[in-house]
């Protein structure tokens, strides 16, 4: 599996967001942006997370940080997702999870002894020219704003 770390050059991306937009990593450049891959929309512990997300978002903007959720989900479920807790900011859609394993964000996971592929839950801390500045993986939901912040300051 591969994992980035701090200095690595992100991995671009084009994937589609909630309302049906094509989204590239370039669209950022010249901002920060906090990346996050979360394993299934509307489910307790994204929902805690995208929640969390959502209620920094001013804070985040006040830091110049744009951010970006993804996961396997198509567009049409991440936008019941959006509208249903009122998140206002991008998810994408990584159905065949390409993108989640450039990231590392892919790998085997485990629950009730069975072993399986899935979403690792983790956050990138992008600069503005598209170098990882932070990277956190097997992060909690409740502590993906709070570390990046925590590495701003």
Known sequence: MIELKPGSKAPSFFLMDQDGKKVRLSDFKGKKLLLYFYPKADTPGCTKQACSVSASLKELKKHGIEVVGISPDLPEKQKKFDSKHKLRFMLLSDPDHKIAQAYGAWGQKSMYGRKYEGIIR??????EKGVVIQVWYKVKPEDTV????????
């Open 122 to 127: 983790s956050s990138f801390l992008i600069d």
């Open 146 to 153: 709070p570390k990046a912040m925590a590495t701003l300051t």
